[in-house]
């Protein structure tokens, strides 16, 4: 038997709790691992409390990412002994996910842990640091450089946002950190923020052009904070999309693509190809300062995540959420 959140759904209505689990229950795959941590991500947030139908399948045992030990394998990737991460692939959605001691999944959708990261220090960086990383070298394949201007990141207290600020800033570009959170100021100003600005400016409704200032962008709200950013990037300027914080609306106009030439580049984290996700996690292994995860990182348990869940919606969590999975 192991611990694991698990959703269950009761006609109209899902509610999560932390329950005992029979291995053997364990649903298909070629690869058994030990978790050693998950993590708290947005995605996980709406589906621990039910907020968005996230969960596909009941019951489901949640959480998006994991990194742990394999313990069994049929495939010729891995072996026992092996440290692995996972994320997305729709675990914690349609196929049983990280907030568990123990998963049971496909070969293809884990990636071996670079040697110079621990499964904490990845869990750390988590979905949300991948996912950064990704919006980051999205923006140099586009040719953005740090001599071109300012690099807005909207949400940039949270997850992605955190990481996005710091590996912008430790490649040389002026990061501009937008936050509801204007408390948060001098945390983002240690992660290399240049300036911090209040996203009430760009929340609402805005113009179809706005002046032009971002050479670039990195987006986790969606809705008017996507729109605005937009319109106010510069000529052949790009902006990289990966979230819905404020919303899945994009009320925007095509003034910024057909006028400047602007580009708008969605980032998938889930069913990204394996080359680009090493890639990735490889540059992560290389820039994440580990002193570095000890001021965005806070630590929890599987009791305590989903009550965390709410706070994490509520905009009450700063930078990454760790989950101990074996710690009571």
């Known amino acids: 038997m192991f611990r694991a959140i698990v959703i269950n759904k009761n006609n109209d209505t899902s509610a999560a709790a932390v329950e005992s689990v029979d291995e053997a229950d364990l649903p298909d795959g070629e690869v058994s691992v030990d978790i050693d ?5 947005y995605k996980d947030g709406l589906a621990i409390t039910g907020k968005a139908p996230v969960v596909r399948n009941f019951p489901m045992v949640a959480g998006i990412d994991f990194a742990g030990t394999v313990t ?67 923006l140099e ?100 999309c990966c979230g819905l914080a404020q919303g899945m609306d994009f009320p925007a106009s095509v003034a910024p693509f057909i006028l400047r030439g602007v580009k708008l580049i969605g980032i998938d984290s889930v069913q990204c190809p394996a080359p680009i996700r090493e890639k990735a996690w490889a540059a992560l292994a290389t820039e994440w300062k580990p002193d570095l995860l000890k001021s965005v990182t806070s630590i929890t348990t599987l009791d305590k995540a989903i009550n965390d869940a709410a706070r994490l919606l509520n905009g009450e969590i700063r930078g990454r959420l760790v989950v101990d999975v074996n710690k009571a």
């Open 37 to 41: 941590y998950s993590t708290l991500n």
């Open 72 to 138: 069994a394998s049929n495939s010729s990737r891995f072996k026992a002994g092996d440290k692995v991460i996972l994320n997305g692939w729709g675990v914690g959605e349609s196929h049983w996910g990280g907030l568990s001691q123990k998963a049971r999944v496909k070969a293809d959708w884990l990636v071996s842990l670079p040697e110079a990261l621990s499964t904490f220090d990845a869990m750390a960086c988590g979905t949300a640091g991948y996912t950064a990383m990704l919006c980051v070298q999205a």
């Open 141 to 240: 394949a586009q040719g953005v450089k740090p001599e071109d201007g300012e690099i807005v990141v909207t949400g940039a207290s949270g997850g992605v946002g955190s990481v996005a600020v710091f590996l912008l800033a430790n490649r040389g570009y002026r990061v501009v950190a937008l936050t509801g959170r204007m408390q948060e100021a001098d945390y983002l100003r240690s992660l290399g923020a240049s300036e911090v600005m209040d996203r009430s400016e760009f929340s609402e409704k805005g113009r179809p052009l706005a002046r032009e200032r971002w050479a670039g962008a990195v987006d986790v709200a969606g809705s008017h904070t996507l729109a605005n950013v937009c319109a106010s990037t510069k000529y052949l300027g790009t902006v990289t």
